[in-house]
Protein backbone atom coordinates (compact mmCIF):
# COMPACT_ATOMS: atom_id res chain seq x y z
CA UNK A 1 0.00 0.00 0.00
CA UNK A 2 1.21 3.57 -1.33
CA UNK A 3 1.69 5.48 2.46
CA UNK A 4 -0.22 8.26 1.01
CA UNK A 5 -3.31 6.39 0.33
CA UNK A 6 -2.89 4.83 3.94
CA UNK A 7 -2.57 8.77 5.52
CA UNK A 8 -5.87 9.79 3.37
CA UNK A 9 -7.47 6.99 4.84
CA UNK A 10 -5.99 7.44 8.08
CA UNK A 11 -7.23 11.39 8.12
CA UNK A 12 -10.70 10.59 7.33
CA UNK A 13 -11.09 8.17 10.45
CA UNK A 14 -10.18 10.98 12.44
CA UNK A 15 -12.63 13.44 11.58
CA UNK A 16 -14.00 15.50 14.28
CA UNK A 17 -10.31 16.16 16.14
CA UNK A 18 -9.68 19.43 17.38
CA UNK A 19 -8.19 21.37 14.28
CA UNK A 20 -4.18 21.47 16.45
CA UNK A 21 -4.41 17.84 16.64
CA UNK A 22 -5.51 17.13 12.75
CA UNK A 23 -2.21 19.64 11.99
CA UNK A 24 0.35 18.10 14.13
CA UNK A 25 -1.07 14.36 12.67
CA UNK A 26 -0.11 15.85 9.08
CA UNK A 27 3.16 17.09 10.01
CA UNK A 28 4.55 13.87 11.16
CA UNK A 29 2.98 12.29 8.44
CA UNK A 30 4.31 14.19 6.01
CA UNK A 31 7.68 13.80 7.59
CA UNK A 32 6.79 9.81 7.79
CA UNK A 33 5.39 10.02 3.63
CA UNK A 34 8.89 11.63 2.40
CA UNK A 35 11.25 8.65 4.02
CA UNK A 36 8.55 5.93 2.97
CA UNK A 37 7.17 6.47 -0.40
CA UNK A 38 5.62 2.58 0.22
CA UNK A 39 4.50 1.83 3.29
CA UNK A 40 6.53 -0.54 5.88
CA UNK A 41 4.81 -3.54 6.60
CA UNK A 42 7.68 -5.01 9.45
CA UNK A 43 8.96 -3.61 12.22
CA UNK A 44 12.46 -2.96 11.59
CA UNK A 45 12.50 0.17 8.85
CA UNK A 46 9.86 1.44 11.49
CA UNK A 47 12.70 0.99 14.35
CA UNK A 48 15.20 2.62 12.23
CA UNK A 49 13.50 5.31 10.85
CA UNK A 50 12.51 6.50 14.68
CA UNK A 51 16.07 5.95 15.82
CA UNK A 52 17.69 8.25 13.19
CA UNK A 53 16.30 11.53 15.01
CA UNK A 54 19.18 13.06 16.69
CA UNK A 55 17.53 13.77 20.21
CA UNK A 56 18.60 17.25 21.06
CA UNK A 57 20.48 17.02 24.40
CA UNK A 58 23.45 19.32 25.76
CA UNK A 59 25.92 17.92 23.83
CA UNK A 60 23.85 18.33 20.39
CA UNK A 61 21.83 21.54 20.65
CA UNK A 62 20.52 21.31 17.21
CA UNK A 63 18.82 17.87 17.48
CA UNK A 64 15.05 17.41 17.80
CA UNK A 65 13.45 17.59 21.15
CA UNK A 66 12.70 14.13 22.93
CA UNK A 67 8.78 14.84 22.83
CA UNK A 68 8.82 15.41 19.22
CA UNK A 69 9.97 12.30 18.61
CA UNK A 70 7.64 10.35 20.73
CA UNK A 71 4.53 12.43 19.63
CA UNK A 72 5.75 11.57 15.74
CA UNK A 73 6.16 7.48 17.24
CA UNK A 74 2.79 8.27 18.30
CA UNK A 75 1.15 9.19 15.36
CA UNK A 76 2.42 6.26 13.31
CA UNK A 77 1.24 4.23 15.65
CA UNK A 78 -1.70 5.14 15.96
CA UNK A 79 -1.58 5.11 11.90
CA UNK A 80 -1.23 1.13 12.05
CA UNK A 81 -3.98 0.88 14.82
CA UNK A 82 -6.06 2.24 12.34
CA UNK A 83 -4.47 -0.05 9.52
CA UNK A 84 -4.71 -2.99 11.42
CA UNK A 85 -8.81 -2.24 11.40
CA UNK A 86 -9.53 -1.79 7.84
CA UNK A 87 -6.71 -3.59 5.86
CA UNK A 88 -5.07 -6.40 8.38
CA UNK A 89 -4.04 -8.29 5.12
CA UNK A 90 -1.38 -5.89 4.19
CA UNK A 91 0.77 -6.85 6.75
CA UNK A 92 3.24 -10.08 6.34
CA UNK A 93 2.57 -13.13 8.11
CA UNK A 94 4.51 -14.27 11.53
CA UNK A 95 4.84 -17.56 12.77
CA UNK A 96 3.82 -17.20 16.63
CA UNK A 97 4.07 -19.75 19.39
CA UNK A 98 0.52 -20.19 20.75
CA UNK A 99 -0.32 -23.04 23.19
CA UNK A 100 2.99 -24.61 22.10
CA UNK A 101 1.86 -24.74 18.87
CA UNK A 102 3.17 -22.30 15.42
CA UNK A 103 0.22 -20.03 14.29
CA UNK A 104 0.50 -17.76 11.38
CA UNK A 105 -1.03 -14.45 12.74
CA UNK A 106 -0.97 -11.13 11.72
CA UNK A 107 0.52 -8.28 13.53
CA UNK A 108 0.54 -5.08 13.86
CA UNK A 109 4.32 -3.96 13.24
CA UNK A 110 4.16 -1.08 15.64
CA UNK A 111 3.47 -3.69 18.66
CA UNK A 112 7.12 -4.78 18.01
CA UNK A 113 8.89 -1.55 17.69
CA UNK A 114 10.18 -0.04 20.84
CA UNK A 115 9.24 3.60 22.03
CA UNK A 116 11.70 6.23 21.49
CA UNK A 117 13.08 6.78 25.21
CA UNK A 118 11.26 9.64 26.76
CA UNK A 119 12.27 10.71 30.37
CA UNK A 120 10.37 12.69 33.50
CA UNK A 121 9.72 16.10 33.26
CA UNK A 122 9.28 18.08 36.34
CA UNK A 123 5.58 19.54 35.59
CA UNK A 124 6.08 23.91 35.41
CA UNK A 125 4.03 25.83 37.43
CA UNK A 126 4.34 29.66 38.85
CA UNK A 127 5.45 30.12 42.00
CA UNK A 128 3.40 32.51 44.47
CA UNK A 129 5.69 35.50 43.73
CA UNK A 130 5.32 35.42 40.21
CA UNK A 131 1.86 35.14 40.58
CA UNK A 132 1.87 38.44 43.00
CA UNK A 133 4.21 39.79 40.02
CA UNK A 134 1.75 39.08 37.14
CA UNK A 135 -1.77 40.61 39.25
CA UNK A 136 0.29 43.79 40.48
CA UNK A 137 -0.28 44.27 36.91
CA UNK A 138 -2.10 47.31 36.06
CA UNK A 139 -4.23 44.83 34.06
CA UNK A 140 -6.88 45.57 32.00
CA UNK A 141 -10.44 44.25 33.04
CA UNK A 142 -10.34 41.37 30.09
CA UNK A 143 -6.79 39.96 30.92
CA UNK A 144 -7.90 40.53 34.97
CA UNK A 145 -10.57 38.26 33.95
CA UNK A 146 -8.83 35.73 31.98
CA UNK A 147 -6.06 35.54 34.95
CA UNK A 148 -7.99 34.88 37.50
CA UNK A 149 -10.48 32.57 35.87
CA UNK A 150 -7.10 30.64 34.61
CA UNK A 151 -6.01 30.47 38.29
CA UNK A 152 -9.30 29.16 39.81
CA UNK A 153 -9.98 26.53 37.49
CA UNK A 154 -7.28 26.28 35.00
CA UNK A 155 -9.30 25.96 31.77
CA UNK A 156 -7.57 24.85 28.63
CA UNK A 157 -6.74 27.70 26.09
CA UNK A 158 -9.93 26.52 23.69
CA UNK A 159 -11.99 26.39 26.76
CA UNK A 160 -11.62 30.38 27.34
CA UNK A 161 -11.68 30.84 23.29
CA UNK A 162 -15.53 29.02 23.37
CA UNK A 163 -17.08 30.53 26.77
CA UNK A 164 -19.60 32.04 25.64
CA UNK A 165 -22.15 34.65 28.04
CA UNK A 166 -24.76 31.64 28.43
CA UNK A 167 -22.01 29.21 29.75
CA UNK A 168 -21.28 31.85 32.61
CA UNK A 169 -23.81 31.64 35.98
CA UNK A 170 -23.25 32.52 39.56
CA UNK A 171 -21.09 30.20 41.16
CA UNK A 172 -20.19 27.82 37.10
CA UNK A 173 -19.09 28.36 34.32
CA UNK A 174 -19.52 25.55 31.19
CA UNK A 175 -16.39 25.13 29.60
CA UNK A 176 -16.69 22.90 25.80
CA UNK A 177 -13.27 21.89 24.26
CA UNK A 178 -11.22 19.01 24.22
CA UNK A 179 -13.05 16.42 25.70
CA UNK A 180 -16.58 17.89 25.37
CA UNK A 181 -18.01 20.08 27.69
CA UNK A 182 -18.57 20.08 31.53
CA UNK A 183 -19.86 22.45 33.97
CA UNK A 184 -17.45 23.66 36.98
CA UNK A 185 -17.69 25.90 39.86
CA UNK A 186 -16.11 29.33 40.04
CA UNK A 187 -15.38 31.60 42.95
CA UNK A 188 -17.17 34.36 43.40
CA UNK A 189 -14.20 37.17 43.02
CA UNK A 190 -13.88 35.39 39.14
CA UNK A 191 -17.64 35.65 38.45
CA UNK A 192 -17.34 39.26 39.75
CA UNK A 193 -14.58 39.85 37.12
CA UNK A 194 -16.48 38.20 34.04
CA UNK A 195 -19.59 40.59 34.61
CA UNK A 196 -18.00 44.08 33.91
CA UNK A 197 -16.68 42.13 30.20
CA UNK A 198 -20.68 41.72 29.38
CA UNK A 199 -21.14 45.63 29.55
CA UNK A 200 -18.61 46.02 26.91
CA UNK A 201 -19.34 42.63 24.56
CA UNK A 202 -22.09 44.44 22.62
CA UNK A 203 -23.75 42.02 20.59
CA UNK A 204 -20.99 39.38 20.99
CA UNK A 205 -21.67 36.08 22.77
CA UNK A 206 -18.00 35.17 23.49
CA UNK A 207 -16.60 36.76 26.79
CA UNK A 208 -12.64 37.18 25.73
CA UNK A 209 -12.46 39.43 22.47
CA UNK A 210 -9.69 41.51 20.93
CA UNK A 211 -9.60 44.03 18.54
CA UNK A 212 -11.26 41.97 15.65
CA UNK A 213 -13.44 40.10 17.54
CA UNK A 214 -13.43 36.76 19.80
CA UNK A 215 -9.77 36.05 21.01
CA UNK A 216 -9.18 32.66 19.34
CA UNK A 217 -6.97 29.95 20.56
CA UNK A 218 -3.62 31.48 19.19
CA UNK A 219 -5.08 34.60 20.69
CA UNK A 220 -5.06 33.57 24.20
CA UNK A 221 -1.44 31.75 23.71
CA UNK A 222 -0.48 35.64 22.65
CA UNK A 223 -2.42 37.27 25.68
CA UNK A 224 -0.87 34.79 28.23
CA UNK A 225 3.00 35.41 26.61
CA UNK A 226 2.57 38.93 26.79
CA UNK A 227 1.43 38.98 30.42
CA UNK A 228 3.97 36.88 31.54
CA UNK A 229 7.11 38.64 29.69
CA UNK A 230 5.02 41.96 31.40
CA UNK A 231 5.48 40.07 34.94
CA UNK A 232 8.99 39.22 34.57
CA UNK A 233 8.28 35.49 33.46
CA UNK A 234 10.16 34.61 30.84
CA UNK A 235 10.60 31.37 29.07
CA UNK A 236 8.62 27.97 28.33
CA UNK A 237 6.26 28.38 31.42
CA UNK A 238 4.59 31.28 29.53
CA UNK A 239 1.72 29.66 28.11
CA UNK A 240 -2.33 28.47 29.41
CA UNK A 241 -1.19 25.07 30.34
CA UNK A 242 1.28 26.41 32.97
CA UNK A 243 -1.84 28.24 34.55
CA UNK A 244 -3.55 24.72 34.15
CA UNK A 245 -0.65 22.83 36.51
CA UNK A 246 -0.95 25.67 38.75
CA UNK A 247 -4.63 25.55 39.27
CA UNK A 248 -4.04 21.56 39.54
CA UNK A 249 -1.11 21.40 41.28
CA UNK A 250 -2.37 23.88 44.05
CA UNK A 251 -5.84 22.20 44.40
CA UNK A 252 -4.18 18.61 44.76
CA UNK A 253 -1.77 19.89 47.70
CA UNK A 254 -4.88 21.17 49.43
CA UNK A 255 -6.31 19.50 52.93
CA UNK A 256 -9.36 17.40 52.04
CA UNK A 257 -8.77 17.51 48.30
CA UNK A 258 -10.92 14.93 46.56
CA UNK A 259 -9.29 13.64 43.24
CA UNK A 260 -12.84 12.42 41.51
CA UNK A 261 -13.98 16.10 41.92
CA UNK A 262 -9.68 17.42 40.78
CA UNK A 263 -10.86 15.17 37.20
CA UNK A 264 -14.13 16.60 36.84
CA UNK A 265 -12.79 20.46 37.10
CA UNK A 266 -9.62 19.11 34.56
CA UNK A 267 -12.00 17.41 32.35
CA UNK A 268 -9.43 14.59 32.47
CA UNK A 269 -11.11 10.90 30.59
CA UNK A 270 -8.11 9.03 32.25
CA UNK A 271 -7.74 9.43 35.72
CA UNK A 272 -4.38 8.15 35.34
CA UNK A 273 -3.78 11.84 33.80
CA UNK A 274 -5.39 13.34 37.51
CA UNK A 275 -2.96 11.23 39.44
CA UNK A 276 -0.12 13.13 38.28
CA UNK A 277 -0.72 15.86 39.98
CA UNK A 278 -1.31 14.11 43.23
CA UNK A 279 1.51 11.87 43.64
CA UNK A 280 5.10 13.86 43.31
CA UNK A 281 3.23 16.93 44.28
CA UNK A 282 5.83 19.74 45.20
CA UNK A 283 3.82 21.64 47.00
CA UNK A 284 2.53 18.53 48.99
CA UNK A 285 5.60 17.10 49.27
CA UNK A 286 7.45 20.77 50.83
CA UNK A 287 4.59 20.63 53.68
CA UNK A 288 5.10 16.79 54.57
CA UNK A 289 9.01 17.57 54.27
CA UNK A 290 8.93 20.45 57.34
CA UNK A 291 6.78 18.19 59.27
CA UNK A 292 9.28 14.89 59.05
CA UNK A 293 12.54 16.50 57.91
CA UNK A 294 15.14 15.40 60.54
CA UNK A 295 16.18 18.49 61.10
CA UNK A 296 13.33 18.86 63.10
CA UNK A 297 14.37 16.48 65.42
CA UNK A 298 17.85 17.93 66.24
CA UNK A 299 16.21 21.93 66.79
CA UNK A 300 14.34 19.88 69.57
CA UNK A 301 17.52 18.59 70.77
CA UNK A 302 19.36 21.72 71.32
CA UNK A 303 16.56 23.51 72.25
CA UNK A 304 15.69 20.85 75.03
CA UNK A 305 19.54 20.38 76.02
CA UNK A 306 18.74 24.75 77.13
CA UNK A 307 15.52 23.27 79.44
CA UNK A 308 17.70 20.92 81.80
CA UNK A 309 17.77 21.47 85.10
CA UNK A 310 20.99 22.95 86.07
CA UNK A 311 21.80 21.19 89.28
CA UNK A 312 21.81 17.93 86.85
CA UNK A 313 22.83 18.88 83.33
CA UNK A 314 26.74 18.96 84.08
CA UNK A 315 27.48 20.18 81.28
CA UNK A 316 25.73 23.80 82.31
CA UNK A 317 27.48 23.22 85.49
CA UNK A 318 30.55 23.20 83.51
CA UNK A 319 30.24 26.52 81.21
CA UNK A 320 28.98 28.46 84.54
CA UNK A 321 32.66 27.50 86.06
CA UNK A 322 34.44 28.58 83.71
CA UNK A 323 32.45 31.76 83.16
CA UNK A 324 33.51 32.08 87.04
CA UNK A 325 37.17 31.35 86.08
CA UNK A 326 37.45 28.25 88.34
CA UNK A 327 39.54 25.09 86.62
CA UNK A 328 37.07 22.47 88.28
CA UNK A 329 33.49 21.92 88.82
Known amino acids: MLTEQAIQEFMLSRGGLRPKTL ?3 RMHLAHFQRSFPDL ?3 PQPLQSYLNSFPVKSEANPQGVEPETVHAR ?3 IRALYNQLELWHPEIFERYPLRNKKKYVFELPNPMKLV ?3 ELKKKTMRIFADSELYSLFRLPLSPRDRALSTLLLDVGPRADECANLIWEYVIPGYVVLKGKTGSRTVPISETTYRRLLPL ?3 AGSQQHVFLGERGPLSYQGIYKLVRHLCHQAGIDGKRCSPHTWRHTFATNFAAAEGCDPSVLQEIMGHKDFKTTLRYIQNNP ?3 ARNHQRCTPLKGLAAAAQQSFDFDTDKDWGI ?3 EAIVAGRKEV
Open 23 to 25: KDY
Open 198 to 200: RNG
Open 317 to 319: KEA
Open 114 to 116: RPP
Open 73 to 75: FRT
Open 40 to 42: PTT
Open 283 to 285: IRM
